[in-house]
């Protein structure tokens, strides 16, 4: 198998498994006790908060876990519009961002709330002017993506958090595709509140945090026990939350290594379908992009079939976000950079870990190759592109 879905979740690294294993069968305790048996846990997760703590330059007391990425956005978004909603009722996000948040927003105009929904350049950023220019007296948050889980992205978040704390508005970032595979510090980003998931960087699955600056005025999302300094009700899951802790370390030691390298097999990628491929577009900013993101659009045939005849070959991709893999409708990111529904449905996303090799870029390569020249024999659309082009 090749596996190129990294974006969707990643393989908990063998030394995150291991650093789990004795918090399931050995040390079980809940650290919500107070005997000692349960001290061995209550320790692991406080060093599993300075960890994550440590990646991204905030204060141990700031980290709050969660059951994973889209509840942390859940939480942000409607926490700070009820401990707000004095101040004002209007939230500023973008186009582009996971559903996560926009579905939020959506549930959020229904209590009465306006959202903004700024537009983005044809490489999906969204322009710091822009977020200036929307903010009312009544604004009250700010959540705008670090990194685009769908073309990969990364936006302008410094200028935008300087924008908002220069008029005293709540900044919220999802960095759930960006934590562990970029530098991400709070302070030097005027960041207020920020999203993460364990299973994005070699973490286990079904943990997440939601980083809250200190002053921030925010309430409990679940309610029923007094975990979490009574922000979030629910016993710890401490294997997960010590999967995660291990992950965020061994991100922080190996960032800049593993950046560099998927980094340069990403463009040897798009190198190689530009010029191999003909009618392919490549979708996102070419430099202020995730390392192990490649996101392609191939003209006249459909995603799906794409992936289905990719797995027949035992490779793994993706035709968008993994929370949206099911559905026949064409990405909202990529209609948002302003691709026709025609372009849009025959995507590609493509994402490296640390592990992939250049071997198993060129054979990807090799099959795309076929496998498009293929669909595009059964295509109509192309036969009449092919007559009129002759």
């Avoid at 990643?10 to 919500?32: D, H, I, Q, W």
């Avoid at 002017?129 to 990969?152: C, F, K, Y």
């Avoid at 207020?192 to 921030?216: M, W």
Wanted: charged share 25%; proline share 4%; glycine share 8%.
């Amino acid at each position: 198998m090749i596996y190129l879905d990294n974006a969707a979740t990643t393989r908990v690294l063998p030394e995150v498994f291991e650093a789990m294993k004795p918090y399931f069968c050995e040390n079980y305790g809940n650290p919500s006790s107070v005997y000692r048996f349960a001290g061995e846990s209550k320790k692991a997760v406080a060093e599993a908060r300075e960890q994550l703590a440590g990646l991204i330059g905030a204060e141990a007391r700031e980290i709050y876990f969660t059951g994973g990425g889209s509840e942390a956005d859940n939480w942000a978004l409607k926490a700070v519009a009820e401990a707000y909603k004095e101040k004002g009722n209007h939230i500023i996000t973008s186009s582009i961002e996971h559903h996560a948040i926009l579905h939020t927003c959506q549930w959020l105009e229904k209590q009465g709330f306006q959202v903004t929904y700024l537009d983005v350049d044809e490489n999906g950023l969204v322009r710091p002017e822009d977020v200036e220019a929307a903010i009312r007296p009544e604004t009250i948050l700010i959540s705008i993506m670090t990194a685009n889980n769908e073309i990969g992205t990364i936006e302008p978040i410094g200028e935008i958090g300087a924008i908002a704390e220069k008029h005293g508005v709540l900044f919220h970032t999802d960095a759930v595709q960006a934590l562990g595979h970029i530098p991400l510090d709070v302070n030097e980003l005027h960041v207020d509140l920020l999203s993460a998931s364990g299973h994005k960087l070699h973490g286990p699955k079904g943990i997440g945090i939601l980083y809250v600056r200190k002053g921030v005025k925010i309430g409990s999302f679940i309610h029923g026990g007094s975990q979490e300094r009574n922000r979030r009700a629910g016993t710890h899951n401490v294997p997960g939350i010590v999967g995660m802790g291990k992950a965020a370390e061994l991100a922080a030691a190996n960032m800049n290594q593993w950046a560099a390298r998927q980094t340069e097999l990403r463009d040897y990628l798009i190198h190689r379908i530009e010029t191999e491929i003909p009618y392919v577009k490549v979708n996102g900013d070419r430099k202020k992009r995730l390392p192990n993101n490649v996101n392609v659009c191939f003209r006249f045939i459909e995603g799906e079939s794409l992936l289905i005849m990719l797995d027949s070959k035992g490779i793994c991709g993706s035709s968008g976000s993994a929370c949206t893999s099911g559905s026949l409708d064409p990405s909202h990111v990529l209609l948002a950079i302003g691709l026709p529904h025609e372009i849009a449905h025959g995507s590609l996303r493509l994402t490296l870990s640390e592990s992939t090799t250049k071997e198993e870029l060129d054979t990807t390569v090799d099959e795309l190759k076929t496998i498009v020249e293929r669909l595009r024999q059964m295509s109509p659309l192309y036969e009449d592109f092919a007559k009129k082009n002759r």
